[in-house]
């Protein structure tokens, strides 16, 4: 059984750029979900996909968007970098009928200069 | 919106020593679910909570969830130092289509040898 994994796993941008992160799913997983987590906070939900949809957003801007694809491999874009963004992007795959299970990738750390 | 406040903030213990983290829910709680974070890495899921009252372990670790739904304790029983790393509890949410999970913001446990 195949894990989540991320990439890449580290990356530095500068302001303003932006930022394309990749996911592949477990195998037998239909749903990706994202968070953002900053220094010494818990995970924040930026979006969940399922059927190459977004299903549902959580309080970010329209400067954060991704993507499903058939394989259910995912990828979250950041547009206009800010120096807040600057986390660990974590993504998580799921069942859709087991959604609160999540199983997540080693995260991508994102430092924005 | 939901909002879990997890205490203590952080935690000190012996090897072989019994701890208690707690998880308190400002709204009653439809799923309860706690993680294991490694620093800086991905979470692994540990448990899921959802009735009033429930209890479950899996090896040295119990998690409980009070009748109120509102409350729940994550309880090792002598300590390891593979224990160490941040213990993240997380809520589903009360309906939707979509599953994000709100997080507490963590409990980082350091285990001595």
């Known amino acids: 059984e195949t894990g989540v994994t991320q990439s890449p796993t580290h990356l530095i941008k500068t302001r303003g750029q932006q930022v394309t992160l990749r996911c592949s799913s477990q195998?037998?997983?239909?749903?990706v979900s994202w968070y953002q987590q900053a220094l010494g906070q818990g995970p924040q939900f930026i979006f969940q996909?399922?059927?190459?949809?977004?299903?549902g957003r959580g309080n970010f801007p329209p400067r954060f968007s991704g993507l499903q694809f058939p394989n259910y491999s995912s990828e979250l874009n950041v547009n206009a970098l800010e120096l807040d963004d600057s986390a660990l992007y974590l993504c998580a795959s799921s069942r859709y009928s087991e959604a609160g299970e999540l199983f997540f990738g080693e995260g991508s750390r994102l430092t924005v200069l | 919106s939901q909002e879990l406040e997890q205490s203590p903030q952080s935690l000190i213990v012996q090897e072989g020593k019994n701890l208690t983290i707690n998880c308190t829910s400002s709204?009653?709680?439809?799923?309860l679910y706690w993680y294991k974070q490694k620093y800086g890495e991905g979470l692994i899921f540990l448990m899921m909570?959802?009735?009033?009252?429930e209890e479950k372990s899996h090896e040295k670790i119990t998690a409980k969830l009070d009748e109120k739904k509102q409350q729940s304790s994550l309880h090792i029983t002598a300590s390891q130092p593979s224990h160490a790393g941040i213990y993240l509890c997380g809520a589903g949410p009360s309906g939707g289509s979509n599953y994000k999970l709100t997080f507490g913001k963590g409990t980082l446990l350091t285990v001595n040898p």
């Open positions: 709204k009653t709680l439809y799923g």
């Open positions: 909570l959802q009735k009033g009252g």
């Open positions: 195998s037998g997983h239909n749903t």
């Open positions: 996909y399922y059927r190459e949809e977004e299903n």
